[in-house]
């Protein structure tokens, strides 16, 4: 088993940043942020895989940066230069094998 907790959602006016965390009872290698606009289907924000690598979305590339710390078992989504249309409820995400984990999420509400 494995659990995911996020934390670190707000509301930020745009062009403003906020770095979210989620801790994790225990780390693997495929580690991800995913979001969910309202009406929209979840998709992909960045994610590490087990090459090692680090993708991105198209549209969060060069302002958002995933990192990790293994020994405190968190992974980090930090956003930058943030726009009305990163509004989303943001989730973690874990595969171990053939399970994947999720967490709550996070809202991020960006608004003037």
């Known amino acids: 088993q494995l659990q995911l907790s996020e934390s670190g959602g707000g509301l930020v006016q745009p062009g403003g940043s906020l770095r979210l965390s989620c801790s994790a009872s225990?780390?693997?290698?495929?580690m991800a942020w995913y979001r969910q606009a309202p009406g929209k289907q979840r998709e992909l924000v960045a994610t590490?895989?087990?090459?090692?690598?680090?993708n991105y979305s198209d549209s969060v590339k060069g302002r958002f940066t995933i990192s990790r710390d293994d020994n405190e078992k968190k992974i980090y989504l930090e956003m930058k230069s943030l726009k009305p249309e990163d509004t989303a409820v943001y989730y973690c995400?874990?595969?171990?094998?053939?399970?994947?984990?999720w967490g709550q999420g996070t809202q991020v509400t960006v608004s003037p």
């Open positions: 995400y874990a595969r171990s094998g053939l399970r994947t984990y």
């Open positions: 225990r780390m693997t290698a495929t």
């Open positions: 590490f895989t087990t090459t090692p690598n680090i």
